[in-house]
């Protein structure tokens, strides 16, 4: 039996960037995917730590599936952890995607390195070891 996904252009699907702390020239930063982007009733239903606040009737959110967590300092993104909550991989896709093609495209100059771990996922998403080192990095 096949899973049905939505689409990765559905509305449903709800991407957010947080900065979680800066020091210097680093900054450790966090995505959020959320699924059933439909705004919230009441403003007690969720804290919205987006950078500008959402007004009351604009407050989107929904179930956290997945969470990309990354740092960047210079033109470096580094993945430094990511965890799914969903059926599959899929909102981990999203989020990486969203990272690598609206956050900091390579095209700006930004390169994005992932830790060696889960290799058939990173492998998939376009990512190539530089080396034979099972300690280096993986590059996009």
Known sequence: ??????????????????????????????????????????????????????SNSEQRGGDIVAQVDYSIEGQVVTITGWDANWRDEWPLRIGVNYLANCLYKPARGYVIRV????????ASE????????PFDYLLR
């Open 1 to 54: 039996m096949a899973i049905r996904r939505p689409s990765i252009y559905s509305p449903d699907w709800l991407c957010q960037d947080f900065l979680y702390q800066e020091d210097g020239d680093l900054q450790e930063r966090y995505i959020q995917v959320k699924w059933s982007g439909e705004p919230y009733e009441r403003v007690s239903e969720t804290f919205d730590y987006s950078n500008p606040p959402y």
């Open 115 to 122: 830790e060696k771990g889960a290799y058939a996922f990173w």
């Open 126 to 133: 376009f990512f190539q070891p530089t080396s034979n080192d």
